[in-house]
């Protein structure tokens, strides 16, 4: 499973780095190299809650060996892409299905480890599963330079190899072939695909179309109207994709918010602090995934920890630590991004990994332990749309942050050195929009004045670009102060499965045991107390029954009319 899912996650940052390669052997705009990065990821937003429900349906065997195919046969297509004809709308058509497939083969994969490990083990699984994927999705970004030097159709073929050790560790694997006898509710697939494919198609074109644009709020909107639509069929319809009813339980509606804060955060992070190394580190790409590392350091050792900490406490307290420790690292982490030093920063960077490693893994293995009737795949598929939603709100929301404030800045410096205004402004302009878009800490060309102020002021607009980068940081720890207040509203029970396919039973951890007061203890002895008064009447009642039933008494030795205490 960790092989198959390893490719979805490498491939979610490793096409980032060759992208000035592609746009210029194909001759592809800034806007069409967008939509070829854009593509994959909105398919796997539209497309995660089917992928869970077939996994529930016909296994998660085939639901894993079928998107593992769609996503190979994807990538070797993208890798083929021709130089000539058509090949924006190759790359973009094959770059959803590749999402497709990764749609398909992510919540099967992940249904599959949760089956195989009772509940007491789980949290240490999954911990293992979300560290491992984590770090593998920080390779992405290192892979792609290096293969980059190479050839850059090379970031798509090498999931070839990687998928054939998928199939063949799956064929030999002993999966459990659990199904569910049930329709597959297509009106409820339609509904959710449109609507999560419209609203995070709004998210991601608000930097290009703008704010103000008529089709960005569109998109949004009627994406939102959409997914109304579908929550209301899905409460109606007998077999619905989504089983609603899980939110009804506390426990998991917080786990699910917090999920959503933590990844506004956790998938925006990859994109913003790689720019940064580029642009005000003047890192290569190289250096710039050697820089994330620093995060996935303190990610990977924090995953395990929190997984113990969930198979002995439960969730609340591993998702308490986390968000604390998270807001805390990202807010130390922005006040050190104005120093322009890599090395200063690794202690900040590593918290805020550790911080976001808490998080994760005890969020999403107790939401998927609170799985009714056990479909792991389908409550799978609910937990990763919401992960990769929140993923493109946090790069919607903090990509227009930091331009707003790039722009502001680079204006003022500019205009410092005499720049006029309306040229400053337009400047800062493309300076955001090429930084932001396609990062590349080369000095501008040219020999106009423009041109000359530009390349002298480079220094100060890699600053303003840090400073710039502090507000969006700020903004992530904000996130995770939020997602603290979400993980308070938790109840601190764990759950208990003791059969195969029974419904998840809560139980109290110790700490909340002790925590009665005494107002609950009367409470609770006022009880016995009623049923012990129940029994005793009930009991007396049924020998007033039998002693009728013997009809009255006539003669001979009565019967004792002594009857031993009722039992409590």
Not at 186 to 201: C, R
Not at 282 to 298: H, I
Not at 469 to 478: E, I, K, L
């Amino acid at each position: 499973m960790m092989c198959a899912v390893a490719m979805t996650f490498i491939d979610q940052t490793i096409v980032s780095i060759a992208a000035p390669d592609i746009v210029s052997e194909l001759h592809l705009t800034s806007s069409g190299m967008q939509w070829v990065v854009n593509a994959y990821l909105l398919a796997l937003a539209a497309f995660f809650a089917l992928g869970g429900r077939l996994a529930d349906l016909y296994g998660p065997r085939r639901v894993v060996v079928a998107g593992t195919l769609i996503f190979v046969g994807s990538s070797v297509l993208c890798g083929c892409v021709p130089t000539g004809g058509s090949p924006l709308t190759w790359l973009v058509v094959f770059r959803a299905t590749q999402g497709l497939g990764a749609a398909l083969l992510f919540p099967a994969a992940l249904a599959v480890v949760v089956a195989v490990f009772p509940v007491e083990r789980r949290g240490r699984a999954l911990a293992l599963f979300f560290g491992l994927t984590g770090a593998l999705t920080a390779v992405g970004p290192l892979l792609g330079g290096w293969l980059t030097d190479w050839t850059w159709r090379a970031i798509f073929w090498v999931n070839v190899p990687v998928a054939i050790v998928a199939l063949a560790l799956t064929a030999l694997a002993r999966i459990p072939a659990h199904r569910r006898d049930e329709p597959l509710d297509v009106p409820g697939a339609v509904l959710i695909a449109v609507g999560m494919g419209l609203s995070v198609l709004g998210f991601q074109q608000a930097a290009t179309w703008g704010w103000d644009s008529v089709a960005t709020w569109a998109c949004i909107a009627g994406g939102l109207v959409v997914l109304g639509v579908f929550g209301r069929y899905e409460l109606r319809v007998r077999h619905p994709l989504v089983n609603l009813t899980v939110f009804r339980d506390r426990a998991f509606t917080a786990d699910v918010l917090v999920l959503f804060f933590s990844m506004l955060v956790f998938v925006p992070l990859f994109f913003f602090a790689s720019v940064y190394a580029q642009i005000s580190l003047s890192a290569s790409p190289n250096q710039a995934a050697l820089y994330l590392l620093y995060f996935f350091a303190g990610f990977a050792l924090a995953s395990q920890w929190g997984g113990r900490i969930l198979d002995k406490r439960g969730a609340r307290p591993a998702m308490k630590t986390g968000c604390v420790v998270g807001a805390v690292g990202f807010a130390l982490w922005a006040g050190k991004l104005t120093d322009l030093t890599m090395h200063d920063q690794w202690p900040y960077a590593a918290l805020a990994g550790a911080g976001i490693g808490f998080i994760l893994a005890p969020a999403s293995t107790d939401a998927v332990n609170r799985a009714i009737g056990a479909s792991y795949g389908e409550v799978t598929g609910i937990t990763q749309t919401v992960r990769n939603y929140a993923a493109s709100v946090g790069l919607a929301i903090y990509g227009t942050l930091l331009t707003h404030t790039m722009t502001s800045n680079v204006t003022d410096t500019l205009r410092a050195r005499g720049v006029p205004a309306n040229t400053a402004r337009s400047a800062a302009g493309d300076v955001s929009e090429a930084v932001v878009g396609a990062p590349d800490a080369s000095t501008p060309s040219g020999d106009g004045p423009l041109a000359t102020t530009m390349r002298a002021a480079m220094s100060a607009i890699r600053r303003d670009f840090a400073e710039a980068n502090q507000w969006v940081f700020y903004g992530m720890a904000v996130a995770l102060g939020v997602a603290f207040l979400c993980a308070l509203r938790h109840p601190g029970d764990r759950v208990q499965v003791t059969a195969p396919g029974a419904t998840p039973e809560a139980v109290l951890t110790p700490q909340e045991a002790s925590s009665y007061d005494a107002d609950d203890g009367e409470a609770r002895r006022g009880d016995g107390e009623a049923r012990r008064g129940a029994d005793a009447r009930t009991e007396g009642e049924a020998r007033a029954d039998a002693d009728s039933a013997r009809g009255p008494y006539t003669g001979g030795n009565r019967p004792s009319t002594h009857r031993p205490p009722p039992r409590g």
